[in-house]
């Protein structure tokens, strides 16, 4: 449902880049948790305007309004499409922002791609089929996207042309990393977003949850990403926040294989609240909790420091949880 919030200048300038008959459906992307669900898409497309790689480039302005950046003061915007409907050529499209972190260190900062990627999973999707990014993934990225399992197939869409906007290229994520290192190379099979890797069943050591905010993080750690094994055990984990509102997101690890580029749980509860909230809505969290499965690797000290830069008044909630089957 719209809200009456005022929009700001410069998503107004965003959106008016569309044609006058397709702006109201574009306006909906400030309520609608930064997506264009796959019947929408296909009416968008179905106006002779347009088409779908055409429309995810002419987003990226849109996406670009989302960004978080009190650091670098530099936009970025990306929109990933989802998995066509069965029956149909259409597919959903999720935008994402680059999302940094005030007083913390710069190895926390989300990227466009990784806040893309990130709407979509969360949404449900099970893999990308395309991304379209203003400049070419950088190489953190490029290793992010390789653990999709759709990694072989995913196309990346770039301007092509300074002075056309909307003209764009298309070149698969492999040829941006050749020689790739990825799942496979530790033998797993199949990828981030594969559903299959995203089934947990998980048990808090302190029984079943009754408060939703610690249910919600139990949920999202059984749903995280976690395939490889950091001593005895994967270190599935998830995060809950909630905001002055009531409202809740939720937000899983997504692990990669080179480790570095692997997504906390915390930034991505972060990333998906700020694709859902409104652009100018007071995003105060008032609670955040993280459960996972403990090992090595456990995430409670990172997530302690990025709590402490972006709600330095909120003290973390730690639940550790066991599987139960996997």
Avoid at 55 to 64: D, G, I, R, S, W
Avoid at 162 to 169: D, E, G, I, R
Avoid at 238 to 247: E, N, P
């Amino acid at each position: 449902m719209k809200t009456n919030t005022p929009r700001t200048p410069a998503w107004n300038e965003a959106v008016n880049r569309f044609p006058e008959n397709l702006r109201a459906e574009i306006d909906g992307l400030w309520d609608s948790r930064g997506v264009l669900a796959a019947e929408t898409v296909g009416r968008l497309v179905g106006d002779p305007q347009a088409e779908i790689g055409t429309l995810m480039m002419q987003l990226l302005p849109v996406a670009q309004q989302f960004a978080v950046v009190p650091v670098s003061h530099y936009q970025v915007g990306a929109v990933a499409a989802g998995m066509p409907i069965p029956g149909t050529s259409w597919c959903s499209l999720y935008l994402g922002a680059n999302f940094e972190f005030s007083g913390a260190a710069l190895s926390f900062t989300a990227h466009a791609e990784q806040a893309a990627t990130n709407n979509a999973w969360l949404n449900g999707e099970a893999g990308l089929q395309a991304l379209a990014i203003s400049a070419a993934p950088c190489g953190y990225c490029r290793q992010f996207l390789y653990e999709l399992s759709t990694a072989q197939q995913l196309s990346i869409l770039l301007p092509s042309d300074p002075k056309n906007p909307l003209a764009y290229n298309i070149t698969l994520l492999t040829t941006f990393l050749p020689d790739a290192f990825g799942p496979s190379d530790l033998g797993v099979t199949g990828g981030l977003m594969d559903p299959k890797l995203g089934s947990h069943d998980l048990a808090l050591e302190s029984g079943a949850p009754a408060d939703p905010v610690i249910a919600a993080a139990l949920a999202a750690a059984s749903g995280s990403y976690a395939p490889y094994a950091t001593d005895t055990s994967h270190n599935y984990a998830g995060v809950a926040v909630q905001l002055a509102d009531g409202s809740i997101y939720p937000g899983r690890y997504a692990e990669n294989a080179a480790y570095n580029p692997s997504l906390s749980p915390l930034e991505s509860a972060l990333t998906f609240m700020n694709m859902a909230q409104p652009l100018t809505a007071t995003r105060v969290v008032t609670r955040c909790v993280l459960v996972e499965v403990p090992t090595l690797a456990s995430q409670l000290s990172a997530t302690q420091a990025a709590l402490a830069a972006y709600a330095p008044d909120q003290t973390l909630e730690y639940y550790t949880a066991r599987i139960v089957s996997d």
